[in-house]
């Protein structure tokens, strides 16, 4: 009898103890969570062309994370089929790089790390009241679910952890840029606001500063105000190749101007200021700023002002429009060829709008160096269409 009992209890132990093991590991595994993320998932005009979903997470603990792996899923109920879920893996983007499962080496201790999931490029629309676009699927917005999962390790204590977050996009989706944050400042108003949003600001300093073009822009008056930065000095150092943009420009007589034009810019300049326009954009308004500005580089210059305008919303994220390293290369060596040349109706459109902000900013405008010596030249424009690849 005694032996039946002993043989029936090493039976059930041998079925339940991996039971408990397994168990008792997958519940250590997430219950060692280090991560803490965002609540909302924010959509946000990537600089690399594409619309994005970008997620926040910060380590907790006071021990670094080593080696943490992300992986991204979509899923979302098909309207032509509501009993069932469907997934897709997602492709992330990291440093412009596109990835199935990128990896830190290190996430810090009260450090955001930011995850972006690509969306479509920035000519599509991404989300409608009830559609949401994301990766060539076109989704209901109200079922479509967001699913990261976060892997790594904990060196100092030696233990692997696995995070999980899911964004319901119908509520959890944030059309403002999500808040910055300084490192180092782990008591700062900014991470009093992790979960929060900031507003973009663009500051403009050129042709764009005419409320006419704001107004083109799809800008209203309301959010357009006059700003300093602070940091940076106007000047002329961009030349642009018109039929890298599908233009061209004529003399009055009609002969093709074959050479490159020349734009405003900024440079650096530690004890300058640089008058001009700061307006209110969202998400779509960036990307339409990326796609117009290609010879400049979107810059976060949320630091460089003084003195921000007291009608501006808080808390706001700044950025600006600096010259592309090739653009300035290409300044200099077609001045130096007599190819360059500056087009007569853009200085007096950047004067007007300059004049219109006000008598510093047209004194600033006056002041800008690199003009000299270039010829301004009296040309029209003509825009073609693109050529179609389809």
């Known amino acids: 009898m005694a032996f039946y009992m002993i043989a029936t209890i090493n039976a059930v132990v041998s079925v339940l103890l991996p039971v408990f093991i ?28 594409f619309y994005v979903l970008a997620a926040r997470f910060y380590n907790h603990f006071t021990v670094p994370a080593a080696d943490v792996r992300v992986r991204a899923w979509l899923r979302w109920i098909p309207p032509d089929n509501l009993s069932v879920h469907r997934n897709k893996r997602l492709q992330l983007i990291v440093r412009g790089q596109h990835d199935d499962e990128p990896t830190w080496p290190l ?15 920035t000519q599509q629309i991404p989300v409608s009241n009830e559609e949401i676009t994301i990766q060539g699927e076109r989704v209901p917005l109200e079922s479509a679910t967001i699913v990261l999962i976060a892997d790594g390790i904990t060196p100092t204590i030696g233990e692997q952890f696995r995070s999980l977050k899911t964004y319901s996009l119908g509520v959890d989706l944030d059309y403002e840029l999500f808040q910055d944050i300084t490192p180092g400042k782990p008591n700062s108003a900014e991470w009093k606001n992790f979960d929060g949003s900031q507003y973009s600001y663009v500051f403009v300093y050129g042709s764009l500063m005419r409320p006419v073009d704001l107004e083109n822009a799809g800008i209203a008056p309301s959010e357009i105000m006059p700003a300093v ?20 420009y004529h003399y009055p007589d009609g002969r093709a101007f074959e050479g490159r034009v020349a734009s405003l810019g900024l440079t650096e300049s530690r004890f300058s200021n640089t008058v001009g326009v700061l307006v209110h954009v ?14 400049y580089i979107r810059t976060d210059v949320t630091r460089n002002f003084p003195q921000l305008p007291v009608n501006i919303r808080a808390p706001a994220r700044i950025f600006t429009y600096v010259p592309r390293g090739e653009a300035v290369e290409a300044f200099a060596r077609n001045k130096h060829e007599g190819r360059l040349a500056v087009v007569a109706s853009y200085v007096e459109s950047v004067r007007e709008a300059a004049r219109n902000v006000s008598d510093e900013c047209l004194r600033d405008f006056n002041e800008a160096e690199g003009l000299s010596g270039l010829p301004v030249l009296e040309l029209s424009r003509t825009d073609n269409a693109p050529e179609s690849h389809a």
């Open 282 to 295: 969202n998400y779509k308004g960036l990307a339409a700023f990326d796609r117009r500005e290609q010879d």
């Open 22 to 49: 397994l168990g008792a590991f997958v519940f250590k595994l997430f219950r060692h969570d280090p991560l803490t993320w965002r609540k909302k998932i924010s959509v946000e005009a990537h600089p690399s062309g």
């Open 107 to 121: 996430a810090v201790s009260a450090e955001p790390t930011t995850v972006r999931v690509l969306m479509c490029d």
């Open 229 to 248: 930065l602070g940091g940076w000095r106007r000047c002329w150092n961009v030349a642009s190749d018109p039929a890298a943009k599908n233009r061209v």
